[in-house]
């Protein structure tokens, strides 16, 4: 009897797509990794951690809070303060989501608060609303209910005052124009005499030294 060739069934080929979505997949997860570990790293302090977080997500949050506020300095403010948030609550993060979704839902809720705090304020002139205006920029997201919540509010509160009043005076003074007062860049400038690049400079580091001074102590709360 003749022997019977066997066909050779070729292998079923991956297509491009799937081939496409498993290197996103994977990307994804070493990403996902890498942010576990910088994190890690960041909570014992280490400064150059909290750099790469920040560099690795600042374009992305900034491209997100453009989206809602169409303001370019008022973008830039909302950003760092997006990173300012997370970074003194990250020993709140749950590692069983990834850290981009959780800073993404800090950077658009900080947004949306900012957005009511705008419409609130024009629809008030006549009747100014009461704020704690130094809270503005740095209050801090609370992602638990506490029975002692105004207590914590208020140490917080104590806290954010303190660190402000240890700034050097030249961005202390940048700092408090800006966030207290609210002026405009252009407006700090003008009222000091100093070039915009200087004061953009000033806000930039004090906002640096501020978030230096409560990384540590706000970890406790």
Known sequence: MPKVKKKNIPPTPVSSSSKTL???EQKRLESREE???LIKRALKGDQKAFNRLRLKYYDAIYKLVNKMVHNHQEVEDLTQEAFIKAFTSLNRFDNQY?????LYKIATNNSIDHIRKKKLQT????KPIES???DYSFELPDTEPE??????HSQRKKMLEEAMNSLPPKYRQVILMRHVDEKEYQEIAKALKLPLGTIKAHIF?????????LRDKI???
């Open 98 to 102: 990834s850290f981009s979704t959780w």
């Open 22 to 24: 498993s290197a996103i």
């Open 147 to 152: 029975p002692d919540q105004k207590m914590i």
């Open 132 to 134: 704690e205006e130094s």
């Open 123 to 126: 629809f008030s002139i006549n």
């Open 35 to 37: 942010d576990f570990l």
């Open 219 to 221: 970890r406790h709360y």
């Open 205 to 213: 580091r004090a906002r640096e030294l501020l978030y230096k001074q």
